[in-house]
């Protein structure tokens, strides 16, 4: 591989994760790990065994990647959570 050829491959990989984006959710004091759990399988998709994961990262670490994508999928899931009484942003 030519070093033109290897730097256009190494550009292309770059433009595709810098258009990744995240969810991430904080931790409260007011939800339950029920509510979380539920929130996360209906605004994100995951699993019943994600979401309790994801629950408990965000209760012993304050915080937890969710969900990465594009920013026009994460906006309205992001949503979700906050009409949810969550606490999340997407970075």
Same mark, same amino acid.
């Given at each position: ?15 595709? /994760?810098?258009?990744?984006?995240? %969810?991430?959710? +904080?931790?409260?004091? /007011?939800?339950? +790990?029920?509510? /979380?759990?539920?929130?996360? %399988? *209906? ?7 994600? !979401?309790?994961?994801?629950?408990? %990262?965000?209760? *012993? ?9 594009? *920013? ?15 606490? !999340?942003?997407? /970075?």
């Amino acid at each position: 591989m030519s070093p033109k050829e290897k730097t256009s491959e190494e550009l292309l990989l770059e433009e595709e /994760v810098s258009t990744q984006n995240e %969810i991430v959710l +904080f931790n409260d004091d /007011v939800n339950t +790990f029920d509510h /979380v759990i539920e929130t996360l %399988i *209906y605004a994100c998709d995951h699993t019943a065994e994600q !979401a309790e994961q994801c629950s408990l %990262i965000v209760h *012993y670490k304050g915080k937890c990647t969710v969900k990465t994508g594009l *920013y026009d999928d994460l906006k309205p899931r992001c949503s979700m959570l906050l009409e949810a009484g969550l606490s !999340a942003e997407i /970075v």
